[in-house]
């Protein structure tokens, strides 16, 4: 983008003003990763070693440098905390609650990553990592908890808990109408493994048939021509999703 020239009495204003004259927020971004995993959601968090919140666990994040974007201070928390690059990365809600963090006046600016269960795994072998659960809390069938291995719920620093449910209400809601199922997904799939992640983010099962006749007339979806190996029932069709050009 070429940078505007400010006129001559705009360019006096700038150089006297003075950016302490107003108090100001520093800004974050905070990073929710998520995955399947033996047909779970997850979401990978890091436990934290200093203060506030230490050894609590909370998600990737840190402050935006001043020479960043917001999309680049998120991809790099990505790729220094839990060594993930190139995924799918989404802004997603911009949380300012005046004490959400007790060290000073934080906004934080929320995104949230998708990746299929072998790169969430792999990325769950970064330092300090863990791999929590996603369920369905116990007082309100609606609303999500996240939890350890164990089943128990597992508090977050911040107010993290409600940056992942606001990305888990976000990605169920794309469900229907953005193509954001596949990035949870290998490559190569099957039409049984697309509909069981359908059916994890959504939180219910979705009919056999309309759902298959729904995602082959969607024209997003490619056979390859190649079919399933090392697996102990008749092997099925393998797919690959197809990205859609926009019309010339």
Not at 130 to 150: F, T
């Amino acid at each position: 983008m070429k940078k505007r020239r400010p006129p001559a009495d705009e360019a006096a204003f700038l150089a006297a003003y003075d950016p302490a004259a107003f108090e100001h927020p520093s800004v974050a971004v905070d990073v929710v990763l998520l995955g399947i995993i033996t047909e779970r959601l997850r979401v990978l968090l890091i436990e934290r070693k200093h203060h506030p919140f230490a050894r609590m666990h909370g998600l990737p994040g840190g402050f935006v440098g001043i020479d960043e974007s917001l999309d680049v201070a998120a991809a790099r928390v990505l790729e220094t905390k839990v060594s993930q690059s190139g995924v799918f990365l989404e802004q997603l809600y911009t949380f300012g609650e005046r004490e959400r963090d007790p060290r000073m006046r934080v906004v934080s600016v929320a995104y949230y990553a998708l990746v299929d269960g072998a790169q969430l795994a792999r990325a769950s072998e970064s330092p300090n990592a863990l791999l929590a659960a996603i369920a369905p809390s116990e007082g309100d069938p609606s609303a999500i908890e996240v939890v350890r291995s164990d089943g128990t719920a597992l508090p977050l620093a911040f107010d993290h808990a409600e940056i992942v449910r606001v990305a888990v209400q976000r990605i169920r809601g794309k469900l229907d109408y953005a193509p954001i199922g596949y990035e949870l997904l290998p490559e190569r799939f099957t039409l049984f493994q697309l509909q069981r992640v359908h059916e994890v983010v959504a939180g219910r099962p979705f009919n056999k048939d309309s759902f298959r006749r729904k995602m082959l007339a969607s024209g997003a979806l490619a056979a390859t021509g190649e079919s399933q190996s090392d697996v102990g029932h008749r092997p099925a069709a393998l797919y690959r999703y197809v990205v859609e050009s926009a019309p010339s």
